[in-house]
């Protein structure tokens, strides 16, 4: 049974670019979470969505933005890349109304 | 608005030490509240839990008690082994009914073990 896959696993972008980080979820999950962790930090939340649509969102600016697809897969873009948006950002999976999060391995973006 | 402070490392321990990381939190409602664990260059691993007051979560000798009172959650372990090597995050999960609400994460102990 997979768990959640997430990627690239490495990406390295310029500033001012874009990027789509992808997030497929564990077998049997709905909802899809994401969230940045920049070095030497905690995990911030940015965004979670459940039935295609955005349900609660993090204090992150609107460059970040999201989809969930029908078969609940995520992608999540960042639009005009700063530096400061190099992090390890994770997807977590869950199933509404129950159980917890899975978290899958992260990408690891690098804005240079 | 609900937060986790949690004890800043890095925490050096030798095998079969004594180990225990603070975590105190502020959150409105019941959360619940986690311990997770990431090993280098990997995501997240949930350690533990506990979903109410006096609820106490343990996972391979890691214990720890959800006390409302002192709105703590300290992470301890009897005797802690080179593998333990990793960093442990603090977590509590705000009540929102039917849907999981967001996680709100400590900034993490880096814990190193030596043989």
């Known amino acids: 049974d997979a768990g959640v896959t997430q990627s690239p696993t490495h990406l390295i972008k310029t500033r001012g670019q874009q990027v789509t980080l992808r997030c497929s979820p564990k077998s049997g999950h709905d909802t899809v979470s994401w969230y940045q962790q920049a070095l030497g930090q905690g995990p911030q939340f940015i965004f979670q969505y459940y039935e295609e649509e955005e349900r609660q969102r993090g204090n992150f600016p609107d460059r970040f933005s999201g989809h969930q697809f029908p078969n609940y897969s995520s992608e999540l873009n960042v639009n005009a890349l700063l530096l400061g948006d190099s992090a390890l950002y994770l997807c977590a999976s869950s199933l509404r109304g129950s159980g917890g999060y899975t978290f899958g391995s992260g990408t690891r973006l690098t804005v240079v | 608005g609900d937060s986790v402070t949690q004890m800043e490392g890095p925490v050096t321990l030798s095998e079969e030490a004594f180990l225990t990381i603070n975590c105190t939190y502020t959150?409105?409602?019941?959360?619940?509240l986690f311990w997770y664990v990431q090993y280098p260059g990997e995501g997240l691993q949930l350690l533990l839990k506990?979903?109410?007051?006096?609820d106490k979560g343990s996972n391979k000798g890691f214990e720890a008690t959800y006390r409302k009172e002192t709105t703590s959650f300290h992470l301890e372990k009897g005797s802690v082994q080179v593998s333990d090597s990793a960093v442990y995050f603090c977590a509590l999960r705000e009540s929102r009914g039917s849907t999981l609400g967001r996680l709100y994460f400590g900034r993490g102990t880096q814990l190193t073990v030596w043989p």
């Open positions: 959150a409105t409602g019941y959360p619940s």
């Open positions: 506990a979903t109410k007051a006096d």
